[in-house]
């Protein structure tokens, strides 16, 4: 499997800021943020699957867009996954007609360009092999991370979490694991707002990494435009033995 960056950027504010948004391979979206409309319209039709973490706006911005530009290009619907509550969300506030059209119904109930499909915590969706199992994440709204793994290596990506011990029970369970990509939106000094909307500060950071008892690498994403600099400081200052790189648009993984 190969993931690229697209966007891993906590907000907007300049050419190289996008929001979370990852491609794996040519033909999966791993979250829908701003990043995916650096791609082609070629690029863009190309995309059959899409799994969300949650329905904040930095992740799937470009999903109703997307799905606008490309139905006309498409003889199968593009696929979201989600757990039942994500999905919820995306019905009732954002495909409902008001704020956008419900294209599992465009341009027919019978052959939409847009179908949503249920997934549940820890039951793995595999697609030509590679394979996507949702873990546990806690957030101010339903959400999870998720785990991809190729058959040969794995990667894990948080999601938007704050301290959640299932997630790290189900992430020691994974034996080939190589890259972790885990969020830390604010710095220290803004620690109580981190734990009011359920985000990550270096300082919790660094606890919750106490927990991972897998030896891979880990990157850093989710930063808040403006404190990127000082929140990579103090991720270095608190991190003691871990090593945690700063996650950047178009990195490549391979696993």
Known sequence: ????????????????????????????????????????????????????????????????????????????????????????????????????????????????????????????VDIGGRRFTALPANHTVPAVGYHLSSGEGSLVFSGDTCICDPFWKMVNAITDLKYLIIECAFSNREELMARMSKHYCPSLLAQELEKLERDCEIFVTHLKPGQIELTMEEIEDCLGDYKAGMLQNNLVFEF
């Open 1 to 124: 499997m190969k993931l690229r960056i697209l966007g891993c950027s906590g907000g907007i504010g300049g050419r190289h800021l996008r929001t979370t948004s990852m491609l794996i391979d040519h033909d999966i979206l791993l979250d829908a943020g701003t990043g995916v409309t650096d791609l082609s319209i070629t690029e863009l039709s190309m995309i059959d699957h899409v799994f969300l973490t949650h329905t904040h706006m930095d992740h799937i911005a470009a999903l109703p867009l997307m799905i606008d530009t490309v139905f006309d290009r498409r003889q199968k619907p593009v696929t979201v996954y989600g757990t039942e509550a994500v999905l919820t969300i995306l019905r009732n506030h954002i495909f409902n007609w008001a704020i956008w059209p419900d294209f599992s119904e465009i341009p027919s109930p019978e052959k939409p360009v847009l179908r949503f499909q249920s997934i549940e915590l820890g039951r793995a």
